[in-house]
């Protein structure tokens, strides 16, 4: 392989902040990585001194095979996460200025059209609206067709439509050839445009992976949840959440977490749903709905990230896997595995 993007031990304070401790990545041509992590994580940073505008403390950073403050301009394309083009150039101006730049460029319009622009061309910059003035810094980025192309949060901001149309704008670049190195908080966005995926948090790159082989590693299994009727979770009912369990377990030999409402099950396969149902009413317990549901990259993230904060904060370790059902409260896990 032929890394053109490459971050070694990279570290950074700004006074007493860790904005980086560590960070390691290496981007191999033609690859599309998605960088993900908290707020704060350090992504911007670490983009930032890959492109030559913040100075690591120590460590290294090459891209293209040098150092990125002597990258040929002509062959990297960067979006900053804070970008403020002139307020009074139409669309239009604006590309053609960036155009401008480059000893050789791509037609300003062809790029407006790209980005789903052409209706707007004559539009100033301060009237668009702020989904199409982000769609005009990804469009500024394109003219002088990178090699390297570095988005620093693209879609932020932008609407499903037009996240549809920078998604496969970015696609069609990466089967052009384009390496691509995106910031993100959408992990959908991630795990659809991504070969690779690298979790940063504390300024830390903690694991690199295709969006599969993360969700393998920590996203556990596919589970079955089980919304429960009313008479099994209301105040009246003398069921405990350990009795219900256990109940549950009598008949079902998958390991079962049971949070407020939810009865979660492991390990279920979709074509296993109705032996599950039958188990259930076997069981006796009364459920309203039942959902299949397989780990994303989402999983992924609240067990690397909320693992490393817990290792910071001195809290409780998180339940990898339990993702999709974190907008409840947490699910106590006292399931047996499967014999
Ligand atoms: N120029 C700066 N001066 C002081 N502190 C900074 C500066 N830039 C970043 N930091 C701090 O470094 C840490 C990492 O910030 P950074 O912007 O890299 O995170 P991030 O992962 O990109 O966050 P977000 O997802 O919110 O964009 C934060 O604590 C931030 O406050």
């Given at each position: 392989m032929n890394p053109v993007v490459v971050a070694e031990d990279v570290a950074k304070r700004y006074g007493e902040t860790v904005a980086l401790d560590g960070a390691s990545l290496s981007i191999d041509a033609g690859e599309v990585f998605a960088l993900i992590g908290p707020n704060g994580a350090g992504k911007t940073t670490l983009v930032r001194a890959?492109?030559?505008?913040?100075?690591?403390?120590?460590?290294?950073?090459?891209?293209?095979?040098?150092?990125?403050?002597?990258?040929?301009?002509?062959?990297?394309?960067?979006?900053?996460?804070?970008?403020?083009?002139?307020?009074?150039?139409?669309?239009?101006?604006?590309?053609?200025?960036?155009?401008s730049l480059y000893p050789e460029s791509r037609d300003p319009d062809t790029v407006l059209a790209e980005v789903g622009l052409a209706d707007s061309a004559e539009t100033w910059y301060e009237n668009l609206s702020g989904g199409q003035q982000r769609r005009a810094c990804v469009g500024s980025t394109l003219l002088n067709d990178p090699d390297v192309l570095v988005l620093d949060e693209p879609t932020t901001g932008i609407d499903p439509a037009g996240r549809r149309t920078i998604h496969r704008l970015i696609e069609d670049l990466a089967a052009d050839g384009t390496t691509v190195l995106l910031t993100t908080h959408d992990m959908a966005e991630a795990e659809r445009l991504a070969d690779r995926v690298g979790l940063l948090a504390d300024g830390t790159v903690l694991d690199v992976g295709s969006p599969a082989a993360l969700v393998d590693r920590h996203a556990g299994s596919d589970r079955l949840v089980v919304d429960l009727a009313e008479t099994e979770t209301d105040t009246e009912s003398p069921m405990t959440a350990a009795d219900l369990v256990a109940t549950a377990r009598e008949t079902l030999p998958n390991r079962i977490e049971r949070d407020r409402s939810r009865l979660v099950v492991h390990d279920v396969d979709p074509t296993d749903i109705g032996s599950v149902a039958d188990d259930l009413s076997t069981a006796g317990i009364e459920y309203t709905g039942l959902r299949w549901t397989e780990p994303g990259l989402e999983a992924v993230y609240y067990a690397l990230a909320d693992a490393e904060t817990d290792a910071v904060t001195g809290g409780p370790e998180s339940v990898a896997g339990e993702a999709s059902v974190t907008s409840n409260p947490p699910i106590s896990d006292v399931g047996g595995g499967r014999p």
């Open positions: 890959l492109t030559g505008t913040v100075s690591p403390d120590s460590g290294s950073v090459s891209v293209l095979g040098t150092a990125p403050a002597d990258v040929d301009a002509s062959r990297l394309g960067v979006l900053p996460q804070s970008f403020s083009p002139p307020d009074r150039l139409s669309a239009r101006e604006l590309l053609a200025y960036y155009a």
